[in-house]
């Protein structure tokens, strides 16, 4: 097997750290009299392809009833890294779901229900777009920019920094981009020409790594290159 190599990852996300507001330092956050109207949020969902996601812990739905098929569906998938990443409310590590208060308490959304705590929305961001295309990227982070929205931006829910996840956040959910392109010769945009790699990958922002190599593998190549932001 020769190597592919690998020509794009998370270019859409870099875009995302130049559009701050300047307005408060604080951000607004879910709750707070800043947050935006339903009729704002209702504005920005005839801008993108998709409805709006309204993201919520991954043990919530045993809060119901734990007969359900939704809550066996969870505690199936619950130490599932696949299913994890399916969930625009779930992180890879459940810690990172739950929010701590100055106080000490912590609010979070356990799966064992017989415990009596409540499930709260700890860290799990309030509403966000699932986006499909540069279009939705751009709308979002337009109107998060507008009302001073804390962005998160979350693919799989892996970011060991705890990225994926802010309380009160406005998601930008890139799980579904997952366009590949396997490139016979490749010269990135701006390159001499002699800079042009005889065999490349362009992978979308929700590519995962299996799905990676299987593509890589289905042109006859293999991947050997790691990011460590990559899965996030
Ligand atoms: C995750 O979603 C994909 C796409 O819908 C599906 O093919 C896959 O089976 C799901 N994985 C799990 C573990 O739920
Ligand atoms: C800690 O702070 C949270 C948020 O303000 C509040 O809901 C909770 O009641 C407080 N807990 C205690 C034990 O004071
Ligand atoms: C849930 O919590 C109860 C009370 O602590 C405990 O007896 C039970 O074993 C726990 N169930 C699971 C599946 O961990
Ligand atoms: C994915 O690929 C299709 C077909 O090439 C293209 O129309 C679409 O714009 C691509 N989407 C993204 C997000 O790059
Ligand atoms: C491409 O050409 C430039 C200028 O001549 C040279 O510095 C560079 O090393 C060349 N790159 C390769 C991969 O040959
Ligand atoms: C890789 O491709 C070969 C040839 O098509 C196939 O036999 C093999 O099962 C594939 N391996 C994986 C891990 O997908």
């Not at 996601?53 to 009833?65: A, L, N, Q």
């Not at 065999?199 to 289905?218: D, F, K, M, R, S």
Request: include cysteine; glycine fraction near 8%.
């Amino acid at each position: 097997m020769r190597r592919l190599s690998l020509t794009s990852f998370l270019s859409l996300s870099a875009t995302l750290h130049a559009a701050t507001a300047a307005q408060s330092p604080c951000r607004c956050l879910y709750g707070d009299p800043c947050w935006p109207s339903q009729s704002e949020f209702a504005h920005l969902a005839t801008q993108v392809s998709q409805p709006l996601i309204h993201p919520e812990p991954p043990g919530k739905p045993c809060y119901t009833s734990a007969n359900t098929y939704e809550c066996v569906e969870v505690t199936n998938g619950w130490n599932d890294g696949n299913w994890r990443a399916n969930q625009t409310g779930s992180m890879q590590s459940p810690n990172f779901e739950t929010f701590t208060f100055p106080n000490g308490t912590v609010e979070e959304c356990l799966l064992n229900t017989t415990l009596a705590v409540p499930c709260g929305q700890g860290s799990v961001s309030a509403i966000g777009v699932d986006a499909r295309s540069v279009g939705d990227i751009q709308a979002a982070v337009k109107f998060a920019a507008e009302h001073n929205l804390r962005v998160v931006v979350k693919n799989t829910g892996h970011d060991y920094c705890g990225r994926s996840a802010a309380r009160g956040s406005f998601l930008v959910w890139t799980h579904n981009l997952k366009n590949i392109t396997v490139h016979p010769s490749f010269t990135p945009a701006g390159a001499p020409t002699n800079e042009t790699f005889e065999h490349a990958i362009t992978l979308g922002a929700g590519v995962q790594w299996h799905e990676a190599y299987a593509a890589a593998n289905a042109s006859g190549r293999t991947l050997s290159a790691v990011h460590p932001t990559a899965a996030r």
